[in-house]
């Protein structure tokens, strides 16, 4: 491959994380201007903020919008590093199977969470998406895979108060 193509490439893939980044930061745009305000009602008895039913995607848009913009400004302002875009300019061999994959694991977030409990589904579907995004030791799979969920859900069912289906487990809490 010549200097000019692998400059191209480069510039191509920069173009692309930039045109990503753009995307991510309209897509939280409108979330925390139209989708937020009216799909999440906000009880006029609530009075602080961070009881509201709003807090927590008004969180979660906010933090994905000041990621993707710094995202962003790495793009357009990092120095490139030769060879560094030369690995991710085509699209991964196996593909349809992990998109597939990723189709199944979402379907079972959505279908099982009634039968396994939310904890236990969420285990397995963390462990799954970390070991198709490509990680093989088993220490952090099982590690993070099983500490991640089990604080969510801590989190949410503790100190949010927020309901959650508990499946298998339901007569031991």
Do not use: C
């Not at 006029?44 to 962003?72: D, N, Q, R």
């Not at 199977?97 to 409990?117: I, K, N, Q, T």
């Amino acid at each position: 491959m010549s200097e000019t193509d692998t400059d191209t490439d480069a510039r191509r893939g920069r173009r692309r994380e930039i045109i990503f980044a753009v995307l991510t930061i309209l897509a939280a745009l409108v979330f925390a201007f139209v989708v937020i305000p009216n799909g999440v009602t906000r009880p006029a008895s609530v009075k602080h903020l961070p009881l509201s039913p709003v807090f927590l995607p008004y969180v979660l848009t906010i933090s994905v919008g000041i990621f993707a913009l710094i995202h962003l400004l790495e793009a357009i302002f990092a120095a490139h590093i030769p060879g560094e875009d030369d690995a991710s300019l085509g699209t991964h061999p196996r593909w349809k199977s992990r998109l597939l994959l990723l189709v199944g694991l979402l379907a079972l977030y959505l279908l099982m969470p009634e039968r396994l409990g939310m904890p236990l589904t969420a285990i397995i579907v963390t462990i799954a998406l970390m070991a198709i995004g490509g990680e093989r030791r088993p220490l952090i799979l099982l590690g993070v895979g099983i500490a991640v969920p089990v604080l969510v859900y801590l989190f949410f069912a503790h100190i949010a108060q927020v309901p959650l289906p508990m499946g298998l487990f339901e007569d031991w809490m």
